[in-house]
């Protein structure tokens, strides 16, 4: 009894006398530091090859042989929530989101576990003969030991295992249980990596690669990629293998690089300058579309062109900045037929556009042909609902694309941001200069079959070109619109 007494006396007096480290480690636990993989500087220049290098951004290893391009990323869980699926990471344990546990905190753990260990790889394909990748035969090995096979896709082609397989050991019988496994799965065909046909001269190909989670003791990785093919015989088979390694270290896990606080290189697609020769003395077909409303402010206004000197000024600097020319027209968006725009550009203004039927169709089939279509706002406000209209738009459009449509967040590591001018975060528009503009930290785009076809924006990058300074920014993301359009249409 005397034992206990003084025991809970010493107890006691460890609270009292200050011993708050004591008391945080017994009863509240030292939060979970959250880490992330970069590039292992001191292991890659032990490769000794000067083809690799690294993205000024510190996340990303190129290797850069000229004839073709490879790169390879690390994908956070936050990344993968908050711009690559950022409506499927909900729903806590029926999120839909198949690389992630989305927004479910395991209880037995008091936080959200890493379910897979992801890598975004970009193929660039520049003059070499055609060449191929199987990530299913990419190995990661950790320093303690760990050798992890590549997930494939679906159950009956896989070599090792397959997310298919995976889901379908974790599913119920229920029918929420059937809609989120089929999500999940249809995420995954988008967007993971396969050995799909060869990846020919002027071409490209980009996805992820799925591993199981590392242990949290790791500190480096080696990701390899084995019998990367190269080069086909005379009957189609591949003949010609190499067999590439990148070196990871475990980092603590830093929010400002991954929403592009600082510099990026080429994180996803961008264009050497062998490839921008291609687009020498190229003439730009630029079309803007007119609608009518029935619903208006200011009814003296033409609202469907606000601004008609903005789109001729940025021809105007898009010409002195490249060898291209640009030619301007404008068309009625429920003409019969839209013709062969390199870009399209819908303006809003003063009035909300009248929706038919006939515009959606005519901008679907657009759409489904490789056409892009570049929608922004003139005026951002709270109180006019330009934005919202577009986005239904762009719902109803998606409907009409026999492909499969989705609309989402534009991740800082798209083309779009560094094809031709790099940004180091979202291009600055109308909104960051205007103080009575609704401030915008986003945009949004529908892809079709996991690629870029329209753009919707309330920023006001447009009526930026126009303005009479601070419009930089806003110029140089219309240029790498154009390139990103030109790219999709080959």
């Known amino acids: 009894m005397k034992k206990i007494l003084f025991s809970v006396i010493l107890f006691t007096s460890f609270l009292l006398f200050g011993c708050d480290s004591v008391y945080r480690y017994v009863f509240m636990p030292p939060e979970r530091i959250e880490f992330m993989l970069v590039p292992d500087m001191e292991n890659m220049k032990l490769l000794n090859d000067t083809t690799y290098r690294i993205s000024k951004d510190s996340l990303t290893i190129i290797m850069d042989k000229k004839d073709y391009k490879i790169e390879l990323k690390y994908i956070t869980d936050f990344q993968l929530n908050t711009y690559e699926f950022p409506d499927d990471s909900k729903g806590e344990f029926y999120s839909k989101n198949p690389y992630t546990y989305g927004d479910w ?3 037995s753990k008091g936080y959200t576990p890493n379910r897979f260990t992801i890598f975004k790889i970009t193929v660039y394909n520049y003059s070499g003969s055609k060449i191929n990748f199987n990530p ?17 896709r679906e159950k009956k082609d896989a070599r090792y295992q397959s997310l298919e397989e995976y889901y379908l ?15 999940r799965m249809g995420i995954a065909r988008r967007t993971m990596i396969y050995l799909g046909k060869p990846i020919y001269a002027g071409d490209f190909r980009e996805g992820f690669i799925v591993f199981d989670p590392i242990d949290e003791s790791v500190e480096k990785i080696k990701v390899s990629l084995n019998d990367f093919i190269l080069g086909y015989n005379e009957n189609n088979e591949p003949d010609v293998l190499a067999n590439f390694s990148f070196y990871f270290d475990r980092a603590k896990f830093n929010k400002s690089l991954i929403v592009g606080k600082t ?24 079309t803007q579309l007119q609608y009518t409303t ?5 009814g003296s206004l033409e609202t469907w062109n606000p601004i008609p000197q903005a789109i001729p000024e940025f021809i105007n600097y898009m010409q002195a900045q ?17 013709p062969d725009a390199n870009m399209l550009i819908f303006l809003g203004g003063f009035g909300l556009p009248d929706i038919s039927s006939v515009m959606i169709n005519n901008l679907a089939d657009y759409l489904s042909k490789g056409g892009f279509l570049f ?29 499969k449509g989705e609309i989402k967040r534009i991740a800082l590591d798209h083309p779009i941001f560094s094809i031709k001018n790099k940004f180091t975060d979202l291009p600055k528009g109308y909104d960051d200069f205007n103080v009575q503009a609704t401030k915008s930290d986003f945009i949004e785009g529908l892809f079709i079959d996991g690629k870029l076809a329209a753009v919707l924006s309330s ?32």
């Open 375 to 403: 929608i922004d706002n003139s005026y951002v406000s709270k109180e006019w609902p330009y934005y919202s209209t577009m986005l239904g738009l762009l719902e109803q459009i998606s409907k009409k694309i026999s492909a």
């Open 136 to 152: 299913e035969l990419s190995l990661l090995e950790t320093d303690r030991g760990d050798k992890l096979n590549a997930y494939g």
């Open 322 to 338: 490249t060898k291209m020319t640009g030619r301007f027209s404008r068309l009625t968006i429920d003409a019969p037929k839209i």
């Open 459 to 490: 920023k006001g990058y447009i009526p930026q070109w126009a303005a009479a300074e601070n419009k930089t920014d806003a110029l140089n993301f219309g240029v790498n619109l154009i390139y990103y359009a030109l790219d999709r249409k080959k």
């Open 294 to 298: 029935s619903q208006s402010r200011y």
């Open 263 to 286: 510099a990026l290189d080429t994180v996803s697609v961008a264009v050497s300058t062998v490839k921008d020769t291609g687009y020498e003395f190229r003439e730009v077909n630029i």
């Open 105 to 107: 905190i395991d209880p």
């Open 169 to 183: 050991r974790r599913k119920g019988a229920s029918g929420i249980d059937d809609e989120v496994f089929e999500s």
